[in-house]
């Protein structure tokens, strides 16, 4: 793998797939230069919700966090590209979209640490993007292909 296959996972969440934000998110990415390998519209049932987000079973707000998180479709995707996880963390903004600055994604459009309309994994957790991109998609799913503007995007492609 080159230096510029780095794969991350990514996702709208119920509230953003709610106030149509889909496009405007992937778009950002896209423009970014990062690649979309996967998509997949679907809604996440209680057992890959306690999956997902098991490094928070017990805490105060994970039965309302898992109740959000299920409460309606979520369009799921795997973004490559260099350090692709910590840019996607960088462009995402803070957890509490009240602390994320304006530019980033929370920082442009939430206002509720609850409802924060992203999840990309952490960059800090070694092996979450791998993980991550497992619970949610099957190899077949990830598509193997090359960006046509990649050579305009890095200086050694
Ligand atoms: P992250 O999404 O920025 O990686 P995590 O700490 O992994 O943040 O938390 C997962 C999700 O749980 C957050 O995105 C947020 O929606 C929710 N969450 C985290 N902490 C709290 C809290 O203190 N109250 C309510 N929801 C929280």
């Known amino acids: 793998m080159s230096h510029h296959d780095e794969r991350t996972f990514v996702m709208v969440k119920p509230d953003g797939v709610q106030r149509g934000l889909i496009g405007e998110i992937v778009s950002r990415f896209e423009d ?23 490094e928070h079973e017990g805490k105060p707000f994970f039965d309302g966090l898992v109740e959000f ?11 490559e590209g260099a ?16 602390e994320s600055a304006p530019g980033t994604i929370r920082g442009d459009y939430g206002l509720d640490l609850g409802q924060n309309v ?19 998609f099957d190899e077949e799913e990830l598509v193997d292909y090359e960006r046509s503007d990649a050579e305009w995007v890095y200086e050694d492609e």
């Open 83 to 98: 350090d692709a996880t910590r840019q996607v963390r960088k462009m995402m903004g803070e957890t509490d979209p009240a």
């Open 32 to 54: 970014r230069g990062l690649k979309l390998v996967a998509g997949k519209f679907m809604r996440i049932d209680e057992e890959l919700a306690h999956e997902h987000y098991g």
């Open 118 to 136: 992203i999840h990309g994994s952490d960059h800090e957790d070694e092996g979450a993007n791998e993980r991550e991109i497992d619970l949610f």
């Open 69 to 79: 998180i299920t409460s309606g479709p979520v369009f799921a995707m795997v973004w």
